[in-house]
T-cell receptor
Framework: DAGVIQSPRHEVTEMGQEVTLRCKPI?????LFWYRQTMMRGLELLIY????????DSGMPEDRFSAKMPNASFSTLKIQPSEPRDSAVYFC??????????????FGPGTRLTVT | SQQGEEDPQALSIQEGENATMNCSYK?????LQWYRQNSGRGLVHLIL?????REKHSGRLRVTLDTSKKSSSLLITASRAADTASYFC????????FGQGTRLTINP
């Protein structure tokens, strides 16, 4: 059974470039989360979706960040334009939410982003 | 601000010893979760404890919750080298807020 899949695993880009991170949640899960992890700020929730609808994007740092979930099996996090301070590990996680919710979140392996 | 704060920030013990990590939080909770993160990997859920529970076990893991003190602890008994990782507590239902974590090193 495949877990949460993220691509790419590593991304190195120059300041000003557009970066797109991709996530495939666990089949059957209806909630998807994007996190960012840095040494300074720890693990921060950026945005989450329920049934493909964004529920809370209050953690998205700036308008340069955007996230979409066009269907139940795919989500993207885009940074345009990228800046060096965006360098971090970005995690996607999924869970099952509903009448009998599971609070447990399943994390992907992360994308390590370096912006030079 | 962080709702789950772990203590200590780092812990180094010998294999076979017990490891205890603590988590404090500021506002009331319905449940609290503990996660493990191995170096370079994503987080893995370990255990969830509800506000009406005081203690929960899972294998070598024991979690306690003291709602009056707004604190929880994670005990790993008979530690192994494979337990070397960072451990995080997380508060919330869907919108989890993670602490800064405890880096645990098990020395052979």
């Amino acid at each position: 059974d495949a877990g949460v899949i993220q691509s790419p695993r590593h991304e190195v880009t120059e300041m000003g470039q557009e970066v797109t991170l991709r996530c495939k949640p666990i089949s059957g899960h209806n909630s998807l989360f994007w996190y960012r992890q840095t040494m300074m700020r720890g693990l921060e929730l950026l945005i989450y979706f329920n049934n493909n609808v964004p529920i809370d994007d209050s953690g998205m740092p700036e308008d340069r960040f955007s996230a979409k979930m066009p269907n139940a099996s795919f989500s993207t996090l885009k940074i345009q334009p990228s800046e060096p301070r965006d360098s971090a590990v970005y995690f996607c996680a999924s869970s099952l939410w509903g009448a009998f919710p599971s609070y447990e979140q399943y994390f992907g392996p992360g994308t390590r982003l370096t912006v030079t | 601000s962080q709702q789950g704060e772990e203590d200590p920030q780092a812990l180094s013990i010998q294999e076979g010893e017990n490891a205890t990590m603590n988590c404090s939080y500021k506002t009331s909770i319905n449940n609290l979760q503990w996660y493990r993160q191995n170096s370079g990997r994503g987080l893995v859920h370990l255990i969830l404890i509800r506000s009406n529970e005081r203690e929960k076990h899972s294998g070598r893991l024991r979690v306690t919750l003291d709602t009056s003190k707004k604190s929880s602890s994670l005990l790993i008994t008979a530690s192994r080298a494979a337990d070397t990782a960072s451990y995080f507590c997380a508060k919330g239902a869907q919108k989890l807020v993670f602490g800064q974590g405890t880096r645990l090193t098990i020395n052979p």
